[in-house]
């Protein structure tokens, strides 16, 4: 009973899209509390990560690519009014205890991004860097029925969370969301795509260096829900991807507003621990032997070239 409300609140802040916003105002970040008492616990995300606060546990495992190389059996882009969301049927399952305390499925992934002519939108900062944008790959613990069921419970959802820098390259995996991004312009459009594609196309390729910490979600109902995986290694897209993604989409059904500018500040850590998996002494010893040989074919190089 209490999920088919959850369920139904959802469906009925879609529809009318403004029971919330990220703009300062009486439906704004530091007023979402007042309809969502979750939105004000002390676990909320995102949140600030500085490398040297973080403590190296060696229960932390590397991230198998090959699992996000699986096809779900359905995807469709989707305007939820908030972001730009990508929704997996039929997707793949993480069940490996070295980076997940439980088998958690992927069901949707989905952007927040900087305003128009603004160039910072992730929701975690990460050093004192906030990046332009931040992609988020949602997970359901699998013990649960369905993520309905899931996103109020304490071990209820994994959200992985990657960066997204700009530079002057195309990423071509980002135009499988930016080329269609016209026919999902008005909040709730849909799109089925006919041809599918991977998660692994938005991970960055370094999977075993990360930020692990409790938190929530980060947009209404605020949730305490999510084991939270922050990759350290960003992502990219250029310049001219960013501005499509920052002026396509429209916040409302009425409205002239643009989609963007959909992060949430960081959140207070209030104690929590974030950890990062431990790195064996990365260097020490391999970088002298690899200078030496270095050395030795300039020595090499001198007297015989
Ligand atoms: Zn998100």
Redesign the pocket.
Known sequence: MKVTVIALLLVIDQAIGATWVYSQGPKGPSNWLNSYAACGTRAQSPISIEHENSVANKNLGTFDRSVFTSLPASMELVNNGH?LQVNMDGSYTISDRSVLPNDYKAVQF???WAAANKSEGS?HWLNGKQYFA?L?V?HYNTKYASIGEAVNKPDGLA?L?VFVDINDETNEHFNLLLNPINRVQIPNQEMTYTSKFSVANFLPTDLSEYYRYRGS???PPCFDSVVWTVFKEPIHMSRDQARVLQTSLYDGINSTAKVGGNFRLPQPINGREVSRPYKSGANPIPLPIFLQITAMLAVVKTLYF
């Open positions: 972001a989905h952007l927040h929701e931040e988020h949602v959200v969370g979600l980060t947009t």
